[in-house]
């Protein structure tokens, strides 16, 4: 069965036109040139609006089959970021480690970098992870976690993704 991985940038003014999304473009780019077993993508372009965010998720994670689904925006603390809330709200278990290495390697290049409340978790057989809005910020975090993500797909029962060694080195403690 091929790997679905669900991209979705929460961003009002994306989703209303006011800018073009350049996140949603930009996490699909990454993950071009990262994976190499085959995966198709599922791209949605919503506003800051946590029943709608959650909606989304589910949507994608049960209906869709997405082992991965990526965030972009919504993570900070102005008043209308709730991604991480929505998140949260829609996974059985939540995976600090993503948000504090994210965090760490974004902080060598933006002192705001602390900022961002972006978490990571598992609904079923998905990962969610969020990232932040600036579409400069998308490569910083996923070369950071990407590494852990194929085993962590495993672990979920999820299918085996493999990564060109050039862009992501994924790491397997043992082999499946
Ligand atoms: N999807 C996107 N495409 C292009 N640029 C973006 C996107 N999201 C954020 N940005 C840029 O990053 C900056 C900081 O992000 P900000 O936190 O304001 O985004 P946001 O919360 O997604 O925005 P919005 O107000 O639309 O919800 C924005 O001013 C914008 O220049
Ligand atoms: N790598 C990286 N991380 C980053 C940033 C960035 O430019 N690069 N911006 C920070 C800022 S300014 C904010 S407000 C938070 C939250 O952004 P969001 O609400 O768009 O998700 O992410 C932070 N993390």
């Known amino acids: 069965m091929i790997a679905k991985i669900g991209f979705v940038t929460v961003s009002d003014r994306a989703s209303t036109g006011v800018y073009q999304d350049l996140g949603g473009p930009a996490m699909v780019e990454w993950i071009t040139k990262a994976l190499?077993?085959?995966?198709?993508?599922?791209?949605?372009?919503?506003p800051d609006d946590q029943p709608t965010i959650e909606?989304?998720?589910?949507?994608?994670?049960?209906?869709?089959?997405?082992?991965?689904?990526?965030?972009t925006g919504g993570t900070g603390p102005a008043k209308r970021d709730v991604t991480p809330e929505a998140t949260?709200?829609?996974?059985?278990?939540?995976m600090p480690g993503f948000g504090e290495l994210m965090r760490t390697e974004?902080?060598?290049?933006?002192?705001?970098?602390?900022l961002s409340r972006q978490t990571a978790g598992i609904r079923g057989a998905s990962l969610i992870v969020n990232?932040?809005?600036?579409?400069?910020?998308i490569a910083?975090?996923?070369?950071a976690v990407m590494p852990a993500i194929p085993y962590c797909v495993d672990l979920i029962g999820g299918p085996f993704l493999e990564t060109d060694p050039a862009v992501c080195q994924a790491f397997r403690p043992k082999q499946k």
């Open 36 to 46: 190499t077993s085959p995966w198709q993508a599922v791209s949605r372009l919503i």
């Open 55 to 71: 909606a989304t998720l589910r949507d994608l994670a049960d209906q869709d089959g997405c082992c991965l689904i990526l965030t």
């Open 88 to 94: 949260e709200a829609v996974c059985e278990k939540m």
């Open 106 to 114: 974004s902080l060598k290049v933006v002192p705001t970098a602390i």
């Open 131 to 137: 990232l932040p809005g600036k579409p400069s910020a």
């Open 140 to 143: 910083d975090c996923l070369a």
